[in-house]
């Protein structure tokens, strides 16, 4: 999330953090946070609440925010599924009507499914 769109909370814009640090706002179901690892990084989730995780990495035991650990968890399904798309040439060719594309592309993904069924 970019931090210029309308009604983003200043205090989590402005704020500067060190490594591995958090600041989260709420409004009613809405996180908003920010996290610093190696740049900073902007959350949104209205699943996830501001807790943190241990993760075991090569050299240590690090923390991070639950809603990276779980992002980070689940990634790799959205990856394996673009992959696997990218043999099929339906939705590749340019198109200017949108629909047509879109047709297009939920044909490859029916047929990549039945592939794997």
């Known amino acids: 999330m970019r931090t210029n769109r ?22 009613k179901k809405q996180m908003i946070m920010k996290w610093k690892d190696k740049r900073d990084v902007i959350l949104v989730s209205t699943f996830h609440d501001d807790s943190m995780e241990n993760v ?4 240590a035991i690090i923390q991070k925010p639950s809603v ?8 790799g399904a959205v ?3 673009d992959g696997q798309l990218q043999s099929y040439e339906l ?9 047509r594309k879109m047709f297009r592309y939920l044909l490859d993904v029916v047929c990549l499914n039945a592939f794997i069924i």
């Open 6 to 27: 309308k009604e983003f909370p200043d205090f989590v814009k402005r704020a500067r953090l060190k490594k591995r640090a958090t600041v989260a706002a709420f409004r």
């Open 56 to 59: 075991t990495t090569r050299q």
């Open 68 to 75: 990276v650990f779980d992002y980070d968890k689940n990634m």
């Open 79 to 81: 990856d394996r599924n």
């Open 91 to 99: 939705a590749r060719e340019r198109l200017k009507e949108y629909y």
